[in-house]
């Protein structure tokens, strides 16, 4: 069976028809061996939103946007989407733009609401809402930093131009000055530390000595220590401490008088007795060495006592 001429012509123009209504709605994103539902979605800002923008329901791509559209009366933007009807989705149903990285662009995520069991039908509105993307987090995030950023070069600038006021040419003189007498010091500090090198070298001996002996000082200073730990200090302590008591009430006595050494040194009639037999005796003694015969008394021939006579408190030893 021959086809004619025309007959073929008629399949290919019929094919290409198709060819070209099929590739048109696959770059508006409709498939056109799929069904699809038909909802609309009104925002205020759709935030770069194109149309094709991929639609998806918890990661899967469900569908696309075919439309976008201005309200002329109030100026929101009517957002229609194609969503492939195996797909059930509430009234209740949010639908929301956001952000899925730096470079995607926007798209739409629609939020089901399992509980509400009353589906949408095509041409119904769901409800919109907008989650803010990466792109809008970092600049939410970077505002604050910008912000001290701007005070910290505002700071940086005034310090700058107060260091430009100091930094005159008499300052400049001073700094160079300043820092020329900072590396003679410098240098004299680097002799000084050669010095105090050669000289510990020089007495490296005398310096392990003593060295020796203050490890040796210590040893035995930590031995006495030790027999000092070891001895009843305490003990000590409070026989000290009795003994003092002691001695304080034994002064505390004396002080008023109690006792002998008590009246001894705080009654005046016993010091002036005492002192009054005292000069006497010394009287009596005096004048026994100046007359003996007085008190001693041997005359083989019968000779007279000479009388007595009383000595004055100061005797003059007689001539001789």
Request: aromatic fraction near 6%; proline fraction near 3%; charge should be positive.
């Amino acid at each position: 069976m021959k086809i004619s001429r025309e007959n073929k012509t008629a399949i290919l123009v019929i094919a290409s028809i198709l060819l070209f209504i099929w590739g048109y709605s696959f770059l508006k994103g409709k498939d056109l061996f799929s069904n699809y539902k038909t909802f609309y979605v009104q925002y205020d800002n759709v935030e770069g939103l194109a149309i094709s923008a991929p639609i998806t329901l918890n990661g899967l791509v469900i569908g696309k946007v075919s439309n976008i559209t201005v309200q002329n009366e109030t100026g929101k933007l009517n957002v229609e989407l194609l969503v492939k009807s195996d797909f059930p989705i509430s009234k209740s149903s949010k639908v929301n733009i956001y952000e899925p990285g730096l470079i995607g662009g926007k798209q739409i995520q629609v939020i089901p609401n399992f509980a509400d069991k009353t589906l949408a039908i095509s041409g119904d509105f769901l409800i919109g809402n907008q989650i803010p993307g990466l792109t809008d987090l970092v600049s939410e995030k970077l505002a604050p930093i910008q912000e001290k950023l701007d005070k910290v070069l505002l700071n940086a600038d005034k310090l700058i131009t107060g260091i430009n006021n100091v930094l005159d040419k008499n300052g400049q003189e001073n700094l160079k000055k300043t820092l020329a007498e900072l590396s003679e010091t410098m240098a004299q500090f680097h002799k000084a530390s050669s010095s105090i090198n050669s000289i510990l070298d020089e007495n490296k001996g005398k310096i392990g000595g003593m060295v020796s002996n203050f490890n040796k000082v210590s040893s035995d200073f930590s031995k006495i220590s030790d027999s000092l730990n070891k001895a009843d200090l305490g003990k000590t302590v409070k026989n000290l401490q009795k003994t003092l008591a002691t001695v304080d009430g034994i002064m505390v006595n004396l002080h008023s008088g109690k006792g002998t050494m008590g009246k001894l040194l705080t009654d005046d009639i016993l010091y002036t007795n005492l002192s009054k037999t005292s000069k006497e005796l010394e009287l009596l003694l005096q004048d026994v060495r100046l007359y003996p015969t007085r008190y001693v008394n041997v005359s083989l021939f019968g000779k007279k006592n000479k009388p007595y006579i009383a000595p004055k408190d100061s005797i003059t030893l007689p001539k001789k």
